[in-house]
């Protein structure tokens, strides 16, 4: 069982940057596929980045180039750096944990935070 909370959300001028936290609790995070994923209103859940536990790293092209996601497995922790902020991007931000192979889609993470808030003002 993992628990997660994200933080670092906000209201953000364009062009602007955000580093969103992802605190876990409970075991074995080291060996979780950490994903970062957006809602916004009106539209489905959106895959933005994932790390796995090894090497593999993969972004959404939506975000490529401006988001940069990174985890401190000593911390329970992974990151979402994100720059160039568009309106656009703006959304409720979730994290979520994988037991398995590196996977962009939504439906197959097992564990979910309850969002943080991004607003990004034109």
């Known amino acids: 069982q993992v628990q997660l909370v994200e933080s670092g959300g906000g209201l953000v001028q364009t062009g602007g940057s955000l580093r969103l936290s992802c605190a876990a609790s409970?075991?074995?995070?080291?060996?979780?596929?950490m994903g970062w994923f957006r809602q916004a209103p009106g539209k489905e859940r959106e895959f933005l980045a994932l790390?796995?536990?090894?090497?593999?790293?993969r972004y959404a092209d939506s975000v490529g180039g401006r988001f940069t996601i990174s985890r401190d497995n000593a911390k329970n922790t992974v990151y979402l750096r994100m720059s160039s902020l568009k309106p656009e991007d703006t959304a409720v931000y979730y994290c979520?944990?994988?037991?398995?192979?590196?996977?962009?889609?939504?439906?197959?993470?097992?564990?979910w935070g309850q969002g943080t808030e991004v607003t990004v003002s034109s």
């Open positions: 409970g075991r074995d995070f080291s060996t979780y596929v």
């Open positions: 979520a944990a994988r037991y398995s192979s590196p996977s962009g889609s939504t439906s197959d993470y097992d564990y």
């Open positions: 790390k796995s536990s090894g090497t593999i790293t």
